[in-house]
C-alpha cells in the first residue's frame, strides 16, 4: 500500500461546483501539505497543517480551503471552482526536522471546464 | 528574491551513457537542497538531502554535488537506463519559516534505446 494516498487520480468538474480532494497517509507524520503543479512551473504550496489543530496558508490559498480530520487525513476543497484551478495537485507529508523528507501521493489531475 | 533555477529544461540521452543535470538557486538563509525524481503522473520521489557542509552524496547511480559558495548544485546519472526518464527537480529549503521550500521547474529526461 502506498504511503500517501490521494483520490480521486483524475476528476473534471464544471465552472461553479464545489469539490473535495482527499488525502490519507500512512508514515505517521504530523506534517502534512497540499501543492499545486502546473506546467513550467515549480511545486507550489496552498496549504499546509503542522498537525490536527494547526491550519496554514500557503503561497496560493485564495479559492481553496482544508480540513484535517484526523492526523492520517488532510482534504483539499475548491468552493467554486473555476478553469484557471485546472492542475495536478499533490498531497505531501513529512517529518519536522529540517533535512527530513517529503513523501509525496501520486496526485490528482483536475480539470474545471 | 528566492528562486531555484534548472538546466537544461529537457534533455534526451542514449540509454547507457551518462548526464548532468544543473541547479542554480538564490535561497537564503540556505539550510539544505533536495533532488526528487517524478515519473509521469506520479508523485516526486526524493533522490537525496544535501546540507550546507555536505559537497557530494549518492543514491546508487545517482550523485548530486553541490556547491554552498557558488549556489549550485548537480545531478550527474550514471550509466542511464529507460527506467529514468521522468523530470527531475531541484528543491531548496530556508533555515527558517514554515512555508520553506522552493521548487525548481525541474529538468525532464528521455533516455532513448
Known amino acids: 500500500d502506498a504511503d500517501v494516498t490521494q483520490t480521486p487520480r483524475n476528476r473534471i468538474t464544471k465552472t461553479g461546483k464545489r469539490i473535495m480532494l482527499e488525502c490519507s497517509q500512512t508514515?505517521?507524520?504530523?506534517?502534512m501539505y497540499w501543492y499545486r503543479q502546473d506546467p513550467g512551473l515549480g511545486l507550489r504550496l496552498i496549504y499546509y497543517s503542522f498537525d490536527v489543530k494547526d491550519i496554514n496558508k500557503g503561497e496560493i490559498s485564495d479559492g481553496y480551503s482544508v480540513s484535517r480530520q484526523a492526523q492520517a487525513k488532510f482534504s483539499l476543497s475548491l468552493e467554486s471552482a473555476i478553469p484557471n484551478q485546472t492542475a495536478l495537485y499533490f498531497c505531501a507529508t513529512g517529518g519536522a526536522g529540517a533535512n527530513e523528507k517529503l513523501f509525496f501521493g501520486s496526485g490528482t489531475q483536475l480539470s474545471v471546464l | 528574491k528566492n528562486q531555484v533555477e534548472q538546466s537544461p529544461q529537457s534533455l534526451i540521452i542514449l540509454e547507457g551513457k551518462n548526464c548532468t543535470l544543473q541547479c542554480n538557486y538564490t535561497v537564503s538563509p540556505f539550510s539544505n537542497l533536495r533532488w526528487y525524481k517524478q515519473d509521469t503522473g506520479r508523485g516526486p520521489v526524493s533522490l537525496t538531502i544535501m546540507t550546507f557542509s555536505e559537497n557530494t552524496k549518492s543514491n546508487g547511480r545517482y550523485t548530486a554535488t553541490l556547491d554552498a559558495d557558488t549556489k549550485q548544485s548537480s545531478l550527474h546519472i550514471t550509466a542511464s537506463q529507460l527506467s529514468d526518464s521522468a523530470s527531475y527537480i531541484c528543491?531548496?529549503?530556508?533555515?527558517?519559516?514554515?512555508?520553506?521550500?522552493?521548487f525548481g521547474t525541474g529538468t525532464r529526461l528521455t533516455v532513448i534505446p
Open positions: 508514515k505517521g507524520h504530523d506534517r
Open positions: 528543491v531548496v529549503s530556508l533555515q527558517t519559516g514554515a512555508n520553506n521550500l522552493f
